[in-house]
């Protein structure tokens, strides 16, 4: 691209970003024209938030396990419209009719507060916990309740499989250079046809915008007579750098090669990276002698832990935050947590690793992401890592390296 920037961006990256969203249309079983190209699932939630308008007592939902990032856009999109945020609690481990009957109250409450709720944001599988919700369910709860859905897949391409016709949500996200190895930064959004009139604006606001009644000004960009106004509006948005998109085919035929068991390609990855995050989950539940969050014993499950049924596992740390807390930090348990989660991060770097710690219902969870170059012998050294980080947290050093910082 350096090399001759100006044919690359202006014309050859056009029929990189159509093949990347070929590919993805085949992956994720969508119509070529619902599909455009963003930079990440959280810009992907972000134009679609900014472009629908909302009224007086129009409320958005969402789940308490939110990521971070989507919660505080929805937050700052309260103070500049009139739409207002509905948080629905959630403490796993739930069952996944828990999860639909506290979505379908949430409705019931707002209507009964004179509200109306517009849309719900929900997973299909989460940042942490690393669970895997009911999206399906959620998606056809939203349909009969008569609530706008978007689905942050930001897990989800390469991590399980999907069926976006079938799923049959409003909108979707999901990142690429996540679980599908594209280089950063590169997602794809979905926009069902009969809204995407909605969809006016990129983030930021570029060529493709076509203004109401005012004469748009020529595009740099070439634009083919078969691409509906929704797919050119994302085609050539500033100056971000969409090679990445270009990577997609690659990866994804990179994968078809794959083997494992019998199985090929997605099949393959997938399912060893399940069974690998089971086996994991296990291994270290059994050397910390802790547990597992798994719903499969809740009320309402048969027994079947679908919050596992992805290829991440969540193990609560040999680590009693409350003794820590009252040890060191006069008692106070949460921002005894708040501490210690980003100390065990930064400790862990200095064993030439990196963990990811969350805190949720009284403990510290580690989430453990199984990818296919990892064996259950990586995940056991990290294990015995965090064990030992969490002797140093017992001793108190996290305080004396936060007081070394004053």
């Known amino acids: 691209m350096e090399r001759r920037p100006d044919p690359f961006m202006r014309y050859e990256i056009l029929d990189h970003i159509r093949l990347a969203r070929q590919t993805l249309a085949t992956l994720l079983h969508a119509p070529l024209d619902t599909l455009v190209m963003v930079q990440n699932a959280t810009t992907g939630l972000n134009i679609v938030l900014h472009n629908l308008r909302f009224e007086p007592g129009d409320t958005i939902l969402y789940f308490s396990t939110i990521y971070s990032g989507c919660e505080k856009s929805i937050q700052f999109l309260a103070e500049i419209t009139p739409a207002s945020p509905h948080r629905i609690p959630l403490a796993y481990p739930v069952a996944d009719a828990t999860i639909l009957s506290r979505f379908r109250a949430a409705c019931a409450e707002v209507r009964a507060e004179g509200r109306r709720p517009r849309l719900l944001i929900f997973d299909t599988v989460s940042s942490m916990p690393g669970v895997r919700q009911p999206f399906m369910a959620l998606a056809a709860a939203c349909r009969e309740e008569g609530v706008l859905s978007f689905v942050d897949g930001a897990h989800g391409a390469g991590h399980i499989p999907l069926d976006l016709t079938a799923l049959d949500a409003d909108f979707f996200v ?9 280089p950063r930064a590169c997602a794809v959004l979905y926009v069902r046809r009969e809204l995407q009139e909605g969809i006016r604006s990129t983030m930021p606001t570029s060529h493709g915008f076509v203004p109401k009644g005012v004469a748009p000004r020529a595009s740099p960009v070439d634009v083919d007579d078969g ?20 990577c997609v085919p690659a990866a994804v035929a990179w994968r078809k090669e794959l083997r494992w068991e019998g199985k090929n390609g997605e099949q393959a990855v997938m399912g060893y990276c399940s069974a690998l995050a089971r086996r994991a989950g296990t291994r270290v539940a059994e050397m910390w002698g802790t547990e597992v969050l798994s719903n499969a014993g809740c009320e309402g499950q048969d027994g079947t832990d679908t919050l596992g049924e992805c290829c991440m596992s969540n193990v609560r740390l040999p680590l009693d935050v409350a003794a820590v807390a009252a040890q060191w930090n006069g008692g106070d348990v949460f921002a005894t947590a708040a501490k210690l989660v980003p100390w065990i991060g930064r400790t862990s770097l200095g064993y030439g690793t990196m963990v990811q710690t969350y805190w949720h219902v009284d403990a510290i969870w580690w989430r453990i992401s199984a990818q296919i170059f990892l064996e259950l012998k990586d995940i056991e050294w990290g294990a015995r890592v965090i064990k030992e980080i969490c002797e140093r947290a017992e001793k108190g050093e996290w305080v004396e390296q936060a007081k070394s910082k004053l």
């Open 227 to 246: 691409d509906t106004p929704f797919v050119v509006n994302f085609k050539f948005v500033g100056t971000l750098d969409q090679t990445p998109y270009a």
């Open 174 to 182: 999901s990142n690429a250079h996540k679980w599908l190895y594209v």
